[in-house]
Structure formats: structure tokens, C-alpha cells
């Protein structure tokens, strides 16, 4: 079944219209056309299932695809409870084992894979098992290991903290896949935490300092012109393009959804605001210097910077964002939520790029061929996404374990 269209929308008459004709399964709905499309049969017929006409005339499901579960604000102990490690084998060779680690992902965003081949080509079977692996110019799959005179900081022995990849491009990767093939005899522990659970929590702590880290933008670049430059401005919170609509009101930002809960008598503790909420950026140690506001888009709804010149434009906005970035800075190493794993020769972690905040403890160097090391690669949200949803209508949900 090709499953496209065989006309253009635009040959649809204005004018046309359909009765609904009577059949044997009452959850299908069988539209018989009048005034259709030139040239189309006299009795052409749609067949709809009462759920696809449900699907398209609800705001909340605009698609006919299956409805995925909400993701799950993790810290530590919780992470520890929800979460199991799959087998490298099953998650290889049986599909519902996949589709429990590409569910841990959508709802979590991290998952840890164990008795992975201790081979460099490990790492892009487990990404391609999903879908194509998104190659960039540091490789289809890359080396995480100390190096003399080291460009990348990650690339070092020293302590890497809380940060995302690549969020210099205009399309960083969703998913981060790390395969441990060497583990250090000292130290390199990495660790991990829920950038939506502090969210969450900064939204309802301080709204005004989530509202600042909606809408300031923050330059990100990777500054290396003899081989590579790479520089994308992107706000720490972005929220998803769809709209936001909270008792029937259509809300542009995180101010008016804020102001719609006040006047509905609602809590900020009652807004699920990762409902909402598609990626979150933070990178320190590929962050550029700040420029002022007017040289980006002004948002909506946010109120103007005095324009006195762009040195006290620039400053008004660190006003903001300063106090902001450290709120959410502390939330994110609360100790009780990152979780922190010594990973093992064997095992693999996979995760949002866009959601959880990784890093890694500092080590020591080792003998010549003895040091840590783990070999890493990418993939985009459209190839994951595709096969979450294909994998969700084959098995739907799995249990808790």
C-alpha cells in the first residue's frame, strides 16, 4: 500500500460535499462524495475508522499516530527503580526488547545496555538498530579518550561537567550513544540528570527566572577556523512549536500560560510544564560570548530591553539571565538527582541529548593502551521517533519492571 496522496489539495472543489453511507462495521465511516474532483469516479467512496476521524478533529492529536506515554521527572532513586538494564543479544535480535529501551528513552531518556562485544563497531550497530546514524565532522563514530593538546575538552582527563553535545549546530543530535570498551582504573565516572525535572521545579520555584531562560538566547560555538566553525544561538528552555492550550485557551508563552493558570485559581505546582517543553540547551563549555537581544528576534509577550545602546542592552539582559542560569545550575546538582555510574567494559548508555545533562568525572592517565576509553555516536529525533511509534503500534505498553 503506497499510503500518499494521488490528487493536490488544491483540486478539492470548493463546493464539495458528503453524505455518510451505511455499512457493516459501525467503527468505519463510509463518506460517499458529491461535486468531487474533476475527473475522479462517480461512486468513489472514503472509508474512515470512527478513531482516525476521532484523531483529526482533536486538537490534542492532530495525527493519526499512536498516542506515546508522558515522559517521567527522574532523580536518582527514582531512576534506579524505574529503570532496568537490557541485554545487548535480546535488545539486538527481539524487537519488544527494543521497543522497552526506545520507551525508556521517550519517558526517561536514558537507558544502559549490558554484555555489548567489546568492539569499535559495536557502537554503531546498537545506533543503527534504531535508524541511521548521524555522521558529523567528528566521524560516523567517535573516540571519547585523553589525547595530547586536545581540541574538545571531553577529549581530556580532567573533570567534564553537566553538558549537552553539539549544540552549536542547527540540528544537534537527539540521542548519544557511548559504548565503554576501557574503563579507567582510577576515577571517569560518569554521571547523569533530568534537565526536565529541574525545569519543572524552576517553573514553579521562580516563574520569572524560568521566563528569562525561555526567551534570552545564549550563542553556542565551536571556534576552530583552521579546520571547523560552527555557531548557533538557542534559549536554555525551548518550548514545543505547538501550541499551548490550558482550559480551552490558546497560549503563545510561559507567561500567558502562567497568567491563564492565575486567573483559572490554579497552582504553578499543577502545570506540567515538560508537557510542553521540546529541548533544553546547556553547554558551558562551547558557550560563546553573549550579544544583546536586538540582535536576534525579539519574543513576544516578554518585555522590551531599554534600548540605551547595546553595552546596556547586553547588561539588562545578564541581569536576567545570570541569576536565572545559576538558579537552574543548582537544581540540576542537586546530589539527589544525578545518577552516577562507574560504567564497566560491556556496557553502552543511550540517551536524550536534548533532555539529559551528562558528565564525567575526572581520571587518571594511565599506562600507553591502558587508559580509559569510550567510543561514541550519534542519531537525529526523526529516525527514533519513527521507530518508537512503529514499534509502539505493534506492542503498545510494557509493564513497570
Not at 539486538?92 to 562485544?117: C, E, K, R, W
Not at 540540528?171 to 526536565?196: E, M, N, V, W, Y
Not at 525535572?197 to 520569572?208: H, I, M, N
Not at 536565572?324 to 556496557?347: N, Q, S, T
Amino acid at each position: 500500500m503506497r499510503r500518499q496522496k494521488l490528487f493536490w489539495t488544491t483540486q478539492i472543489p470548493s463546493d464539495i460535499s458528503a453524505t455518510v453511507e451505511p455499512g457493516t462495521n459501525p467503527q468505519v465511516v463510509r463518506l460517499k462524495w458529491k461535486r468531487d474532483i474533476q475527473n475522479f469516479p462517480e461512486d468513489h467512496v472514503t472509508e474512515l475508522s470512527v478513531q482516525a476521524l476521532r484523531n483529526l478533529v482533536n486538537v490534542a492529536c492532530p495525527t493519526p499516530s499512536p498516542d506515546l506515554p508522558s515522559k517521567v521527572l527522574w532523580d536518582d532513586a527514582s531512576f534506579r527503580e524505574d529503570v532496568r538494564d537490557l541485554d545487548y543479544k535480546a535488545y539486538m535480535s527481539d524487537d519488544s526488547v527494543l521497543h522497552q529501551a526506545l520507551q525508556y528513552l521517550h519517558t526517561h531518556g536514558l537507558v544502559f545496555l549490558t554484555n555489548v562485544p567489546e568492539q569499535e563497531i559495536s557502537v554503531s550497530t546498537i545506533a543503527e538498530r534504531i535508524g541511521p546514524v548521524k555522521n558529523t565532522f567528528y566521524g560516523y563514530t567517535w573516540d571519547v579518550r585523553s589525547v595530547p593538546q586536545a581540541k574538545n575538552v571531553a577529549y581530556t582527563s580532567q573533570d567534564l561537567g553537566f553538558h549537552m553535545d553539539l549544540l552549536y549546530m542547527e540540528q544537534p543530535p537527539h540521542l548519544q550513544f557511548l559504548h565503554c570498551i576501557r574503563a579507567s582504573s582510577a576515577g571517569g565516572a560518569s554521571t547523569f540528570t533530568d534537565s526536565h525535572a529541574a525545569a519543572q521545579d524552576l517553573s514553579q520555584q521562580d516563574p520569572d527566572a524560568f521566563e528569562a531562560l525561555e526567551n534570552l538566547p545564549v550563542n553556542f560555538h565551536y571556534d576552530h577556523l583552521e579546520s571547523h566553525y560552527y555557531h548557533h544561538a538557542r534559549t536554555v528552555f525551548e518550548l514545543a512549536p505547538k501550541p499551548l492550550y490550558l482550559g480551552g485557551r490558546k497560549c503563545r508563552n510561559f507567561r500567558e500560560l502562567m497568567d491563564t493558570a492565575q486567573r483559572a485559581g490554579m497552582s504553578t505546582s499543577e502545570l506540567p510544564i515538560t508537557e510542553w517543553l521540546a529541548n533544553v540547551s546547556w553547554s558551558p563549555p562551547f558557550q560563546a560570548p553573549f550579544t544583546p537581544l536586538s540582535a536576534h528576534t525579539e519574543p513576544r509577550g516578554f518585555p522590551p530591553l531599554v534600548r540605551r545602546g547595546p553595552l546596556a542592552a547586553l547588561n539588562e539582559q545578564m541581569t536576567r539571565w545570570l541569576p536565572a542560569a545559576k538558579k537552574f545550575d543548582e537544581l540540576i546538582h542537586r546530589p539527589e538527582g544525578v545518577y552516577e555510574r562507574m560504567m564497566k567494559p560491556g556496557e553502552c548508555v543511550l540517551f536524550d541529548n536534548r533532555r539529559v545533562l551528562h558528565a564525567r568525572r575526572a581520571f587518571e592517565v594511565g599506562d600507553i593502551g591502558k587508559e580509559r576509553w569510550l567510543r561514541g555516536a550519534y542519531l537525529d529525533r526523526d529516525p527514533f521517533e519513527s521507530r518508537l511509534r512503529v514499534l509502539w503500534e505493534k506492542f503498545g505498553d510494557f509493564p513497570s519492571p
